[in-house]
């Protein structure tokens, strides 16, 4: 009986989330990368420079030349943008000053359940503090170290990334 309600678990499983789903996955390890920056400009000043859903073409490296392209719903919940031509990521949320996005499976590699959330708060008339937070699931990486390495190389590229910001939105 146990070998049957066994087979039954995996026949279910299946056929909710496909065919080849692994059952001897680890288990997830979802990690938080949360960064900020502060911007001596208002926020609406702010936000106006680097927060249009493919503005991040011009800070997310300091060669500001990313290419970014909107594929559907332009700036909306659910729009899809295109990175470099090889990163889709699609709106999840958005508000005033901020959006959250998430990447899609993509076939054959690792899922990792990948999110950010970029907004931009404001403190007084003058000041504005960016916020940058990272959430994904490391337990693909062989060991502590990698996942260290892996979260540490995301951090450097995205405080870099706020770094581009701050000097766009200052100067």
Known sequence: MKML??????????AIFGPGTAWAQKAPEYVSIPMEITVNK??????????GWCELSK????????PCEIKSDHSNMGSVR???G????IMTAKSRYGY???QPPVGGKFYNLYHGFFEAVSVNATTTKVNYTLMLDVSDKADQPAKDADVAGRRK?????????KKLAEG
């Open 42 to 51: 208002p926020v609406a000043d702010v936000w106006a420079k680097i927060g």
């Open 82 to 84: 295109v990175i470099a």
């Open 157 to 165: 590229q995205f405080e870099a990334a706020l770094q581009n910001i």
């Open 86 to 89: 090889r990163v889709t990521e």
């Open 5 to 14: 309600s066994t087979l039954v678990g995996v026949s279910i499983s299946a």
């Open 59 to 66: 800070w997310i490296s300091a060669a500001g030349n990313v």
């Open 100 to 102: 959250g996005y998430t």
